[in-house]
């Protein structure tokens, strides 16, 4: 892979890590608002969202690891600035996908078997493109955020 190729890519994984991170806060935030007008079920996805990406790594640390799994990154003061790594990364994207099914089965669920008012009835909807409008938005304004600063020196 040529340097431009490989910063751009490194460039795009950052800026995507960035974006699952405050779509996951922003999906928090706005199940813990949700939570009493809609029972249990917004906690019990809040809940998931926490343990997902936790989970991987206790049983990961259970297990024995190579020695040298160092990330080399050409982007290296960015990804630490952002705190990306590829483990983090691929346990977020992993807990994100988890939680995006959880939460088209409650929209689902919702949707077809509940007695909620009309503006009820709506909330997962709403908040599942909330989420992936947070995700998407925010990964681009983060990627030419770090192009803006390398620019512009601003290191």
């Known amino acids: ?7 751009n890519y490194e460039l795009s994984s950052i800026s995507r890590y960035a974006g699952l991170l405050y779509s996951k806060y922003t ?7 949700i939570y009493y007008p809609m029972r ?10 926490i343990l997902t990406p936790v989970v991987p790594r206790i049983v990961s640390a259970s297990q024995p690891q190579a020695k040298d ?19 983090n990364y691929k346990y977020e994207k992993l807990g994100s996908s ?15 078997h509940s007695t909620y008012s009309l503006p009820f009835k709506l909330a997962p909807s709403l908040i599942i493109i ?26």
Do not use: S
């Open 130 to 155: 909330v989420y992936i409008l947070v995700r998407i938005i925010t990964g681009i304004i983060i990627k030419y955020k770090i192009k803006y600063n390398f620019m512009h020196l601003n290191i």
């Open 27 to 33: 999906l928090l935030i706005l199940l813990a608002i």
């Open 98 to 112: 988890f939680t995006l099914i959880l939460l088209l089965l409650w929209h689902i669920k919702v949707y077809y």
């Open 1 to 7: 892979m040529t340097d431009i190729k490989k910063l």
């Open 69 to 87: 799994k160092t990330d080399n990154f050409t982007l290296a003061y960015t990804a630490g600035r952002y705190h990306f790594t590829t483990e």
């Open 40 to 49: 249990i079920t917004p906690a019990y996805i809040f809940i998931a969202a």
